[in-house]
């Protein structure tokens, strides 16, 4: 150590080793030697003062030095601190970061973040530094909620600025009955936050406002737990520390408003692709059907190509509800579900659910009702689905008016053939078959011919239903005498006159007589049939049978008298066959015993009689005609044809048994023999 004399050189050395320690940063320590070496060494009052004088400046510069070493190191840590911010973090990293650095920056204990929540209170987000409580009780946590108003914390959320106490436990301003600003503000009090403050410890507390422009959206919270009195620069660090950590929580909320929104705008665009390639797939479906209807396809391609692609089953009815194609079947179908729907699509004008994964679409050309598609998906319609389903109806109204116009256009050409056909006498056969195979008509083929009465109301609905009918079965269709004539193909003449009968009456809303005969094979017997058929309707009015329909065979014995050919044997076949029949192969006498029963006036016993055998046979025999002809065979309509076939059986007995073989011829005489 210099030592300093009672002269003056001795008090410029000592001024010298002040500029020295200065220069060489030494602490204060030996400041503080050096001064109590120079009182011993006797140093006069002038140098003295003079070196107490530079020991105090040395003091300053030494603060200064310290204050500015710990504000470039705040400021660094500021630095770096914003610098990590940059970094790609979410909320809850970037508030760790923050909480990390506070306790860092300040030396605190601990450091924690609140987040205003709904209905004014906070929630604690991010705590760094607490210890772990084994005591019951709220902990310091993430989780925690904290009440409107309370503590450090309501006074930040309150007057937007710092807030700072040396030891909170001993500070009444934040006891439940103490006041923040002498009566303007009485802190709420929570219980749990309470606690959980009281648990950790803590004394020194200071919060600061984590804003988001004017609006305080948070508290950053340095605590110790010690007494600890916080200078102002300090503050004004873990407030530069929290202007950051608003930034960061707003730069982390405009990162997860823009994920969110991307992830949004993500799922728009699938949605959109999805949509995109469905609405791709309805154009494509229902071009493909289109060019089924352009290239000739019928309903049940139709129905096919709707069904493939909706992954149902679907079903084309016409207006009163019967099927004119079908692409699979739908069995338990309730009709009463179907035909509510069907109401209720046509009146909408799009499709409409009939019950579990059953839709009715209706087909409609303007305001005119051409029926309806009944589907059936399993899995279900999606809107897309809808939306195919309503052009696949379109797509068969499309289909049903081109029929009808060319059904319509080719109605003169089509309405002559049959003139000629029925003509008396008919035209020259070779030539009607040629123009019958033009118009897709084959007259070799098993046909029947139908008559059709409106009785009443307008006739041109039904003649426009009737070309429509005509050409979807391959058949012909004329107007004469105020009936509708259709040559039909099949071999059920009864069956073909209740389907015109069932399709046309609902379509007038009034009746319809219908009559048909047939089955015929060739050209030729088309005016027969007609011929027949008009005899048929003419004994149906006349029998009181208007508005029914019936074939020639339906009429019994009378039909047997209407007929041209007078089918004797199918008309026996009809009324006895089965009991001729059984009689045939077990060698009994059932039709005797039917002559006998008839004969002796339906009396068992008088029959028994005649046969010389008992009642009970008599019985036992009429049993068993009762299960070959049906219950009811002794009522009067049938009773009337049995003893007419019995009669015309008998007959034809008695003519086989008259009837004379023919002699064979005998054999040539031989020539005599040359005499010898």
């Not at 705008?265 to 949605?271: G, I, P, T, Y």
């Not at 579900?337 to 087909?363: N, Y």
Request: a negative charge; one cysteine or more.
């Amino acid at each position: 150590m210099t030592t300093h004399g009672a002269d003056g050189t001795g008090g410029a050395d000592a001024l010298l080793t002040v500029l020295e320690l200065l220069a060489g940063q030494a602490p204060p320590a030996r400041f503080d030697a050096l001064l109590d070496g120079a009182r011993r060494d006797g140093l006069d009052d002038d140098g003295l003062d003079r070196l107490e004088r530079a020991v105090a400046l040395a003091g300053r510069v030494h603060a200064e030095r310290a204050h500015a070493a710990r504000r470039e190191a705040g400021l660094t840590a500021l630095a770096d601190t914003a610098r990590d911010l940059t970094l790609s973090y979410d909320l809850d990293g970037l508030l760790r970061v923050i909480t990390r650095r506070a306790r860092r920056l300040l030396g605190l204990d601990l450091a924690y973040i609140t987040l205003s929540g709904p209905h004014g209170a906070s929630y604690v987000h991010t705590t760094e530094g607490t210890r772990a409580s084994r005591a019951e009780g709220p902990r310091l946590a993430p989780g925690l909620r904290i009440a409107e108003g309370y503590g450090l914390g309501g006074a930040v959320q309150l007057h937007g600025e710092p807030v700072w106490t040396p030891d909170y436990l001993a500070d009444e301003r934040f006891a439940p009955s103490g006041s923040l600003d002498a009566g303007v503000h009485a802190p709420a009090f929570d219980e749990a936050a309470e606690s959980a403050l009281r648990a950790e410890g803590l004394h020194a507390i200071v919060a600061v406002p984590l804003r988001s422009g004017d609006t305080v959206v948070g508290t950053l919270f340095g605590a110790d737990r010690r007494v600890r009195h916080h200078t102002s620069e300090e503050i004004g660090l873990l407030a530069a520390l929290a202007d950051l950590a608003s930034l960061a929580v707003e730069k982390a909320g405009l990162l997860d408003r823009t994920r969110a929104e991307l992830t949004e705008l993500e799922r728009d665009s699938a949605r959109a692709r999805t949509r995109l390639a469905r609405v791709r797939h309805i154009s494509e479906t229902h071009g493909r059907i289109m060019n089924l209807v352009l290239a000739g396809g019928d309903l049940c391609n139709v129905a096919k190509a709707a069904a493939d692609a909706l992954d149902a089953t679907v079903l084309v009815r016409d207006p009163g509800g019967r099927c004119l194609a079908a692409a699979g079947d739908i069995p338990g179908l309730d009709e009463e579900a179907v035909a509510k729907a069907s109401l209720d699509a046509h009146a909408r004008r799009r499709p409409i659910p009939a019950g579990d994964d059953t839709w009715v679409a209706p087909v409609i050309a303007g305001s005119e009702d051409l029926g309806g598609l009944v589907v059936h998906a399993a899995t279900g319609l999606t809107g897309e689905d809808e939306r195919l389903l309503e052009l696949a109806a379109q797509a068969v109204a499309f289909l049903l008016l081109m029929r009808r116009s060319t059904a319509v256009a080719e109605g003169p050409v089509r309405d002559e053939l049959l003139d000629d056909l029925i003509a008396d006498p008919p035209h020259a056969p070779q030539q009607i078959a040629q123009r019958a195979r033009r118009l897709g008509v084959d007259l070799r083929r098993p046909h029947v011919l139908v008559l059709a009465r409106p009785e009443g109301g307008e006739q041109g609905r039904a003649v426009v239903w009737a070309s429509s009918y005509a050409y979807r079965l391959s058949g012909l269709k004329t107007v004469q005498g105020g009936c509708i004539v259709l040559l039909l193909p099949g071999v059920d003449a009864s069956a073909a006159a209740k389907a015109v009968a069932a399709e046309l009456s609902p379509l007038l809303g009034h009746p319809v007589s219908v009559a048909s005969a047939g089955p015929g094979w060739s050209p030729d017997g088309v005016g027969r049939m007609h011929r027949e058929a008009g005899r048929c309707l003419d004994a149906m009015s006349a029998l009181g049978g208007t508005g029914s329909a019936a074939s020639v065979q339906d009429l019994g014995f009378l039909g047997l008298l209407l007929s041209d050919d007078n089918d004797v044997d199918g008309f026996v076949e009809a009324a006895i066959g089965p009991v001729l029949d059984y009689d045939a192969e077990r060698f009994t006498d059932l039709t005797r015993t039917l002559e006998a029963y008839f004969a002796s006036g339906g009396s068992p016993t008088n029959a028994a009689e005649a046969l010389h055998v008992h009642p009970n046979t008599v019985s036992r025999r009429l049993e068993r005609i009762g299960e070959l002809l049906g219950p009811e065979w002794q009522k009067p309509g049938q009773v009337l044809e049995v003893q007419l076939a019995l009669r015309l059986q008998r007959t034809r007995e008695v003519l086989a048994r008259g009837r004379v073989a023919p002699e064979r011829p005998r054999p040539p005489a031989a020539p005599p023999e040359p005499a010898p």
